[in-house]
Nanobody, 124 residues
Framework: QVQLVESGGGSVQSGGSLRLSCAAS????????MAWFRQAPGKEREGIAA???????SYSGSVKGRFTISADVAVLTLFLQMNSLNPEDTAMYYC??????????????????WGQGTQVTVSS
């Protein structure tokens, strides 16, 4: 059973940083895909960063250069380092996972397992 538990959300001022964590038992699998999604009120869920078990990453244009996705197998945790935050980054953030997967899809259809979400609020 794949379990995902996010943490690290909160409130921050524009220009600040946050690091999200996702405890992920799936990181013990021989291959996996994991991603971070976000959903702002009234908007569709957006895939913003993805990583596979080979370490390949991909980012959406809205976060590229500001956010970094990484996975630490030793502590079974997926991270999202978010720098230079702005109010447009305000959303509920979710981690997602798929075992026995290859590639860095940022489509919701690529993931069967989801965390409960953690709120990020950026004030101007």
């Amino acid at each position: 059973q794949v379990q995902l538990v996010e943490s690290g959300g909160g409130s921050v001022q524009s220009g600040g940083s946050l690091r999200l964590s996702c405890a992920a038992s799936l990181l013990t699998y021989s291959s996996y895909c994991m991603a971070w999604f976000r959903q702002a009120p009234g908007k569709e869920r957006e895939g913003i960063a993805a990583i596979d078990s080979g370490g390949t990453t991909s980012y959406s244009g809205s976060v590229k250069g500001r956010f970094t996705i990484s996975a630490d197998v030793a502590v079974l945790t997926l991270f999202l380092q978010m720098n230079s935050l702005n109010p447009e980054d305000t959303a509920m953030y979710y981690c997602a996972a798929q075992p026995y997967c290859w590639g860095t899809s940022r489509s919701q259809n690529g993931y069967n397992y989801w965390g409960q979400g953690t709120q990020v609020t950026v004030s101007s």
